[in-house]
């Protein structure tokens, strides 16, 4: 068969073309085009290489999973041994580790070094010759490695060729493969929700990853990978500096830590330290220390080796994040919306500095799958600011009498029956408002913080409210008596003062966060903040109807109307009307809510099943961003049940408001459609600033892309800032953010 040469050529522009727009997403963050274009791009190399498979290569964006299962994994000798690092767990050490340095140099002033946090994955090499990826391979012992090539070639930061030209015919990289932290829970969560193992960190996960035989497997975890060294160059060295080689690896396509920096001397080094070991837990990515390595190349040759650790490079590792203790026993919690979860009671331990004594279990799935029992020895892992999680039992320490644990089938607070949720996963007291764990527990959620804002309003005095049946619902808080207060537990005059003027203080809120406040199942601070600026008025949020969040579309009402014709009311009298339904061919998308919303529209089952297509079909007054069916279900139920709008006219009484000029509708919000992100050291809490950048209709962000359109940037700001200026985004200062409120 003879190729048209304008397929050769489409062929050649569209594996550029995708080239360069993974470089825009996974190098710098800054995409250019929508997910959407970019499939639409990568579908038309796939049907086109499909029809003249002739002009397939190995390094074409569609060739990244493909390979077969492999039987085992072949040994590969790194030509140039992979270093390991000494660890330094001290400013003494760090600060005898530069003495060395500047010893063997000879050097009178302080040494430049080269500084990037220690990721905490597995160490990899790839061998790239004439720019193509040929090979890439573990560590090993540091001689030799495992070839892992078909693994890394679906992780979609690691170039399959490199771009530009001026890179040296071989070029050997070495870098770390890393789980990043958001896609770790989000593995671990669908893991626990289909009944399998859960890794115990995001290292585990990263090495289970790379070491599956069937590459399809590894193309489904969201693997990345950071360069930050060099084994075989041809030619020689990239520049004089390691900072300077690391940082031409970007242009060809690699990615390296955006926090490197060049720093100068030991006071440099332990600056970097603390600024890293602050900013640990808002990381994208697990750590363990960091890295600092002298910068010339030249000095890094003169200093040389000792056994496999290089004498120009040290980690300085943060406090060990695991540990062991006794579980002493499992409590049961009973939550906000009622779900139950086991909480393991620990002999205290200290744990990087904070002593722990409880850890999350999750559910009784979890519990079972890593056999925890009472009385087992169980390793301790707090990550940053999550909850500390149970590991793993030791299980060679374990107890001659230990049991099984079982949940309980009465609600631990109220004695409701549980029940179990759909997903099968989790438990729920059927109690609702009735128990009173659920009841303190949307008190206090709606006195929140970043709900109804009241302060001193802690936990212990709300247990106490509700112990005492003095505070049914939130709405009670704003009857509440000095008397009542100073009758309480360690409670003197002022501080029962103190409360009451908070409660009188909450009352000036804004729509947001009223409607957050309310603690409705799936709205969170965005979402309640967006049903607050696309409806203004309470009136108009608690009158939706679904109706005006579903749509049924012309072409489902029409294939809906076949099956409705054909179906008898007793049949729907039976069985849920629902199922019925669903169980059609061609009915997939009709679920629940969609019964719900005929029910709504209609006013009996008669007139549903006579209706045409054409009084089916539905276009809803609202689409709003985030609010799918389900949660659309969830807000409208909501506001019918009587003892929720019961509770929310207590509160209107009791005089909450919120000013008119946080009210607007779409259109005359000043920024709206705007992506704002905060970062570094604010004079006033980020919190009252993300208010108001809300209430004008401005979507305030964690991360810094393309398409924001400013950053405020404090004292101190970091990464954020730099990638802003490398990405030309607008950039204020508190002073431009006052005048842009103000504007
Ligand atoms: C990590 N793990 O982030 C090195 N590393 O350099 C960094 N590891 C390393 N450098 C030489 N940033 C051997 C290991």
């Given at each position: 068969m003879t190729i048209p040469g304008e397929v050769s050529t489409r062929i050649a522009w569209l594996r550029d073309e995708i080239d360069r727009h993974n470089y825009q997403y996974y190098v710098l963050d800054a995409p250019l085009i929508p997910d959407s274009e970019y499939d639409r791009l990568l579908r038309e190399l796939q049907q086109l290489e499909q029809q003249y498979p002739q002009l397939i290569t190995p390094e074409s964006p569609t060739q990244r999973v493909g390979a077969k299962p492999l039987q085992g994994f072949a040994e590969v000798d790194h030509k140039v041994p992979m270093l390991s690092l000494e660890n330094a767990f001290s400013e003494k050490e760090m600060n005898s580790f530069d003495r060395r340095v500047r010893d063997r140099l000879k050097s009178a002033g302080p040494i430049r070094y080269s500084a990037e946090p220690k990721l905490d994955g597995l160490a990899i090499s790839l061998r790239y010759e004439k720019g193509l990826l040929v090979q890439a391979a573990t560590r090993g012992d540091g001689a030799t490695g495992e070839d892992v090539t078909q693994n890394v070639r679906t992780i979609a930061s690691v170039p399959l060729r490199l771009l530009g030209t001026d890179w040296p015919a071989v070029l050997e990289v070495r870098g770390e493969i890393f789980m990043p932290k958001a896609g770790f829970e989000a593995l671990n969560e669908r893991a626990r929700k289909a009944g399998e193992k859960t890794f115990a960190n995001p290292r585990n996960a990263a090495a289970g990853s790379l070491r599956q035989l069937d590459p399809k497997i590894t193309a489904k975890r969201p693997l990345a990978m950071f360069c930050y060294g060099f084994g075989e160059i041809a030619g020689g060295a990239l520049a004089e500096t390691h900072s300077d080689s690391i940082k031409r690896l970007t242009a060809w396509g690699l990615r390296i830590s955006p926090e490197l920096q060049v720093i100068d001397g030991v006071q440099g080094c332990i600056d970097y330290y603390r600024t890293i070991a602050q900013r640990r837990d808002a990381l994208e990515y697990d750590i363990d220390g960091v890295v600092f390595k002298v910068d010339r190349l030249d000095l890094q040759q003169a200093l040389g080796f000792v056994s496999r650790a290089p004498r120009w490079a040290i980690a300085q590792k943060f406090p060990a994040q695991e540990e062991m203790t006794r579980l002493l026993g499992i409590d049961v919690q009973v939550g906000r919306t009622g779900a139950l979860t086991p909480v393991a009671r620990l002999e205290p331990v200290n744990v990087a500095g904070v002593t722990v004594t409880n850890a999350t279990l999750h559910n009784e799935d979890e519990i079972r799958r890593k056999d925890i029992r009472i009385g087992d020895t169980v390793i301790i892992r707090r990550a940053g600011d999550v909850i500390p999680q149970v590991v793993q039992v030791v299980l060679d320490q374990r107890p001659d009498d230990t049991q099984q644990f079982l949940m309980p089938t009465h609600c631990p607070v109220c004695g409701s029956d549980v029940i179990r949720d759909p997903d099968q996963v989790a438990i729920r007291c059927?109690?609702?408002?009735?128990c009173p764990a659920q009841r303190k527990e949307a008190i206090k959620h709606f006195a929140s913080r970043r709900a109804?804002?009241?302060?001193?309003?802690g936990d212990k005095l709300v247990d106490q409210l509700v112990d005492k049946d003095i505070v049914h619902d939130p709405a009670d808080l704003y009857s509440l008596t000095i008397d009542q207060l100073v009758a309480l537990d360690r409670m003197a005059e002022k501080s029962a003062q103190n409360i009451l003027d908070a409660l009188n203080k909450s009352k000036n809120t804004t729509l947001g966060r009223f409607l957050f406040s309310l603690g409705i199942v799936g709205v969170g601070e965005t979402i309640a903040e967006t049903l607050a600026n696309s409806l203004g008025t309470l009136d108009d949020v608690m009158s939706l109807r679904l109706q005006d969040l579903v749509e049924i579309k012309d072409s489902q009402a029409d294939n809906l109307q076949k099956t409705l014709a054909g179906t008898r009311q007793k049949q729907l009298e039976q069985n849920h009307p629902f199922e019925v339904i669903s169980a059609h061919r061609g009915l997939k998308w009709f679920t629940e809510v969609h019964w719900h919303l005929l029910l709504e529209r209609f006013p009996s089952i008669d007139r549903i099943l006579s209706a045409g297509d054409a009084e089916l079909a539905n276009t809803p007054k609202l689409r709003i961003d985030g609010i799918g069916n389900i949660l659309a279900d969830q807000i409208v139920t909501f506001f019918k049940q009587p003892h929720n709008r019961e509770v929310i006219r207590k509160l209107i009484d009791a005089h909450i408001h919120w000013s008119e000029s946080a009210i607007k509708q779409p259109g005359e919000q000043p920024l709206a459609g705007k992506t704002v992100v905060l970062t570094g050291t604010l004079s006033r809490p980020r919190q009252e600033i993300k208010d108001q950048l809300q209430a004008l209709g401005a979507k305030v962000t964690g991360s810094v892309s393309a398409k924001t359109d400013f950053v405020i940037a404090g004292t101190d700001a970091g990464s954020k800032l730099s990638k802003a200026q490398q990405l030309g985004v607008t950039v204020l200062d508190e002073e431009g953010l006052d005048q842009l409120l103000a504007e």
């Open positions: 059927s109690g609702g408002l009735f109804m804002d009241i302060e001193g309003l």
